[in-house]
């Protein structure tokens, strides 16, 4: 009786914790969902990757690149600088991009007129914007917004250039970003089209994913990552495909790639130099929790079996202690102690020799 009093409010504990954490859940489903079938997406559909040719900036771009379509993007560059980000210690990042665009709008983006934008605009946001515990979260927002509302580009206050964007193809397609490891798009840069309906997507979700995660104590890569950054970035711009692919949606989206189709010497991952970018890889949001999931994100497939071994012996484990003790119980009623004695038992007269003393009478 026990044991089913212990299964019962385990399944009551369960129930109730999915059903207030159902969101959290989602969203964890929403990684498996991208880091299982990521790669396998672009394999089945590779006109997702926009090739670079490594020679684009060489040659005459209305030339060269007019089958691709016209010019798309705005000469508008966005970069942002909240809370107590150096705008001096990027300052020579920041001048190499207004150099390679002189006719470019550049417009930097700080707390004074951040809030002011969206307040206008997205006055829907506001509240989750303004409410976000963490500059990065604001950010993240922040350039979704800006691409949506007026189209350009958005670089990080690290990323160097080192091309002449128009110079390219680049804008001419209507959405792209390089890819992220392991899995995944990166939004350390973006070039777009006003408007872009993955950007509306984007903008539309940002309610559902203000959510808390602490366990006690904050989570803060987790909480950027989830509620505005890449993997949320990520988790959409998978739906968003998924949509694409199946007639539901017209406008594509790109990711970064060489002329072979890898992704890697286009990530804008740590300090690297990319064919367009150099990037610093300052990651100056990152907090004490980072490395441990960089870590876990890093061997993604050990931690998930891990999980699941792990998983499965306590299962196995509860079942055989819930079914041994169930045994226990109905050999007891079976045979209960003091009731009937087996016939192999033991007793104190059985088989006894009988004394000196009764033997002679």
């Known amino acids: 009786m026990r044991a089913r009093n212990i299964v019962v409010l385990t399944a009551i504990a369960v129930f109730w914790f999915t ?49 691709l379509g016209p010019v798309v993007v705005p000469k508008i560059i966005h970069q942002i600088a909240l809370g107590n980000a150096s705008v001096s210690k990027y300052q020579a990042a920041i001048t190499s991009c207004t150099d390679l665009h002189p006719d470019w709008q550049h417009n930097l983006w700080t707390d004074v007129n951040a809030t002011a934008f969206i307040a206008e605009f997205y006055p829907d946001i506001l509240p989750h914007y303004t409410g976000y515990a963490q500059n990065i979260q604001r950010a993240n927002i922040l350039r979704y917004a800006l691409l949506h509302h007026s189209g350009g580009i958005y670089v990080d206050l690290d990323v160097t250039c080192r091309v002449p964007l128009d110079s390219t193809p680049i804008v001419r397609l209507p959405y792209v970003s390089p890819g992220a490891h392991p899995a995944g798009v990166n939004n350390a840069f973006i070039a777009t089209e006003p408007g872009h309906p993955f950007l509306t997507q984007l903008l539309e979700n940002v309610p559902s994913h203000d959510l808390h995660w602490a366990l006690p104590m904050r989570i803060p890569y987790v909480e950027n990552m989830l509620s505005t950054g890449c993997m949320f970035y990520s988790n959409q711009w998978m739906s968003y495909v998924r949509h694409l692919m199946k007639g539901r949606l017209s406008r594509p989206v790109y990711i970064l790639s060489d002329e072979h189709g890898d992704m890697a010497p286009h990530m804008l991952r740590g300090k690297v130099t990319t064919p367009i970018f150099v990037h610093g890889g300052a990651s100056s949001w990152h907090g004490w929790d980072a490395a441990l999931f960089l870590t876990i994100g890093e061997h993604y497939t050990f931690y998930l079996g891990l999980l699941f071994v792990v998983l499965t012996v306590l299962f196995l484990g509860a079942y055989f202690w819930t079914t041994s003790k169930r045994s226990y119980r109905r050999r007891c009623r079976l045979f209960p102690f003091g009731r009937v004695a087996s016939r192999s038992s033991w007793s104190p007269t059985r088989g006894r020799k009988p004394s000196i003393s009764q033997s002679m009478v």
């Open 19 to 67: 059903v207030l954490f159902r969101r959290h859940i989602h969203e964890l489903g929403e990684i498996v969902l991208t880091y299982s079938t990521f790669y396998p997406l672009l394999h089945n559909h590779p006109d997702i990757l926009y090739r670079h040719p490594e020679n684009a900036s060489s040659t005459d771009p209305e030339s060269s690149f007019s089958s």
